[in-house]
C-alpha cells in the first residue's frame, strides 16, 4: 500500500487547513484511516481516525476543531483541521490498516501502513 498525503503548510493561528492521503496498490481491504502527528523528540500520536463505516475517534486536543472523512470508493481520508493552535504545529502522518489479502481479512490481521509526513506550522 502506497499513501500520498498532501496538504500541509504553514497558517496563522485560528486559520484553517486541509490534509488529503490517498492509498493505492495491492490489498483487499482498507480498515481504518487516520492521521498522526509527531513533535520533535517525541512518539507520534494519533490525531483523528475513521473506519470503513464511518465510526471515528479523535484527539482531545482537537475535538470541535478537526474533522475527518473518508471516500471509500476512492481510498482516501481527509482532515480538515480549523482554529488552528500553535500547539497543533508539528509533522502530520497519514495512516492506513488495511488487510492485504482476503486471508488476512478472514483471519483479522491488519497491516499498518504510512505515508510521508507533512509538515504543518501554526504561528502566533
Known amino acids: 500500500v502506497q499513501l500520498q498525503a498532501s496538504g500541509g503548510g504553514w497558517v496563522q493561528t485560528g486559520g484553517s487547513l486541509r490534509l488529503s492521503c490517498a492509498a493505492s496498490?495491492?490489498?483487499?481491504?482498507?480498515?481504518?484511516m487516520g492521521w498522526y502527528r509527531q513533535y520533535p523528540r517525541n512518539q507520534r500520536e494519533l490525531v483523528a481516525a475513521?473506519?470503513?463505516?464511518?465510526?471515528?475517534n479523535y484527539a482531545d486536543s482537537v475535538k470541535g476543531r478537526f474533522t475527518i472523512s473518508r471516500d471509500n470508493a476512492k481510498n482516501t481520508v481527509e482532515l480538515q483541521m480549523n482554529s488552528l493552535k500553535p500547539e497543533d504545529t508539528a509533522v502530520y502522518y497519514c495512516?492506513?490498516?488495511?488487510?492485504?489479502?482476503?486471508?488476512?481479512?478472514?483471519?483479522?490481521?491488519?497491516?499498518?501502513?504510512w505515508g510521508k509526513g507533512t509538515l504543518v506550522t501554526v504561528s502566533s
Open positions: 495512516n492506513v490498516g488495511a488487510n492485504v489479502d482476503k486471508q488476512a481479512g478472514k483471519d483479522g490481521r491488519t497491516t499498518p501502513y
Open positions: 496498490g495491492s490489498f483487499f481491504r482498507i480498515i481504518v
Open positions: 475513521i473506519t470503513t463505516f464511518g465510526g471515528t
